[in-house]
């Protein structure tokens, strides 16, 4: 997540099975420990190049080549884009699944890119992981959705999501009109972990409280990210967007403890864009449950 205001999240709980669709085919309880094969990834990559993956780094370009790699043997159309950041060539990379409604597309995104303080494994690792394990289910399940879907992992986030804006100026007015919504994944997996929905979209909005509500777990809107992650920008050009997130660097409340567990006066990531966000600082459940809820989302909102 791009640095501006601080951020909040918590956490605690277990996770689901399957969910069923009423009428449609089940999302997938993705594996936890696929997801977190992706983070050890990533952080191995960021170990191997100077303990980061930002923008313009040999860590971002490998980062970006490992999601490649992984989307191409699953069968998807993958399309990397360039653009220009602060003197440094960035990358965006766009993945379609073959199918559905071209006409209406469900969008799922998450920034790729760290800072150059660490290795970025909650910031944005975590969103990345789930967006890329979600995508491998739905080329596992062989999903066939009504609408289009395509995958998105945005470079050079941190300095103000400039991937994601150089991807919207490059499309026809036809092309952002066919957007049906986009979801936004930044920070899901906080060590001291909340629950956060974006309330920017109703109807993209209940479906992730749905979710929630099936597993008993209350939620609060998502204030801390407001203007500065990758929906930003598509929420500007007039295309609904939603997503969730775990916190930042907001304090976590003791009403918020009590409700999600976790420490009340400590931050929801202490390691916020620091040298700490490694591996180890992830919540494992949280993680699990936010990482279905991607699933549950990308799987009710294409059917």
């Not at 979710?211 to 777990?217: D, E, K, N, P, S």
Request: charged share 15%; with cysteine.
């Amino acid at each position: 997540m791009k640095l501006s205001a601080p951020v909040r999240l918590s956490a605690a709980l277990t996770v689901t099975a399957a969910v069923v669709l009423t009428g449609q085919a089940a999302a997938p309880d993705l594996p936890v420990a696929n997801v977190k094969a992706h983070l050890a990834q990533l952080q191995s990559i960021a170990t191997a190049s100077g303990g980061n993956r930002a923008h313009g780094r040999t860590g971002y370009k490998a980062s970006l080549d490992y999601v490649k790699g992984k989307l191409d043997e699953a069968g998807f159309t993958t399309a990397v884009q360039q653009f220009t950041a602060s003197g440094r060539t960035g990358y965006n990379l766009i993945a379609d699944w073959p199918g559905g409604d071209t006409g209406h597309v469900v969008m799922a995104g998450a920034h790729l890119d760290s800072v150059t303080a660490g290795p970025g494994i909650n910031d944005n690792g975590s969103g990345s992981a789930a967006v890329l394990e979600t995508a491998l289910a739905v080329s596992r399940a062989g999903y066939r959705p009504a609408k289009h879907l395509r995958f998105a992992w945005w470079g050079a986030e941190e300095l103000g999501m400039v991937g994601s804006r150089s991807y919207l100026n490059g499309l026809s007015a036809t092309d952002r009109s066919g957007i049906s919504g986009y979801l936004n994944f930044d920070m899901i997996g906080s060590p001291n972990p909340g629950y956060f929905v974006y309330d920017d979209a109703p109807a993209i909005e209940k479906t992730f409280k749905d979710f929630y509500a099936g597993l008993g777990i209350p939620t609060e809107p998502e204030t801390e990210g407001d203007g500065r992650s990758d929906h930003a920008p598509f929420k500007n050009a007039g295309i609904p967007v939603g997503g969730v997130f775990s916190g930042a660097d907001y304090v976590k409340t003791a009403a918020q403890a009590a409700k999600w567990g976790g420490t009340p006066g400590r931050a929801f990531d202490r390691c916020y864009h620091a040298s700490c966000d490694t591996s180890a600082n992830i919540d494992d459940t949280a993680l699990d449950r936010n990482a279905d809820a991607v699933a549950y989302a990308v799987w009710t909102l294409s059917s």
